[in-house]
């Protein structure tokens, strides 16, 4: 389970270093779950896994905790979807699990949905655009130095 954990917590703070292959930007599951889905300020992970299975009017049909975090990263990473027996989703799962104990099956969980993040914070689209001139820099920087 320990190395799971650190498996999960590295895909959520650092997605680009442990699931970059699933990531089509340069953003990290923290962007918007911040301190690591603790914060309940933002898209919080604590007691999400109480709400599922859930029915989303965006895909119509009912989904799975799995499924919502592969949706994360195919909508916000806009990246692909990991395998159901991934060792990388099903360590996300149980870190998010892990985070609802003690919270009751189908509980109303008052942080659920509240996604403005406070001014401090850049928004995806900022936040994307600065990945963008960060990687062009990048790239430029090293076609100089001859690479």
């Known amino acids: 389970m320990a ?6 917590i590295g895909i959520v703070v650092n997605t680009q270093e442990y699931a970059k292959s699933y990531a089509g930007n340069c953003i990290n599951c923290t962007n918007c779950h911040l301190d690591g889905g603790l914060n309940p300020n933002t898209t919080s ?6 709400v599922y299975p859930e029915y989303r009017a965006r895909n119509a049909r ?3 905790l799995a499924d919502r975090v592969n949706e994360c990263f195919e909508r916000s990473l806009n990246g692909q979807a990991l395998s159901a027996d991934s060792s990388k989703l099903q360590a996300v799962v149980a870190y998010i699990t892990w985070l609802s104990h003690g919270v009751l099956s189908g509980a109303t ?4 949905a509240s996604n403005a ?3 401090g914070y850049l928004s995806i689209p900022s936040m994307e655009s600065a ?3 960060a990687n062009a820099l990048s ?8 690479r």
């Open 62 to 64: 009912v989904n799975t």
């Open 117 to 119: 993040l406070s001014h």
């Open 45 to 50: 992970f604590v007691g999400l896994a109480a």
């Open 3 to 8: 190395s799971r954990s650190v498996l999960a």
């Open 109 to 112: 969980i008052p942080w659920r």
């Open 139 to 146: 790239v430029t920087a090293s076609t100089a130095r001859g």
């Open 131 to 133: 990945c963008l001139r």
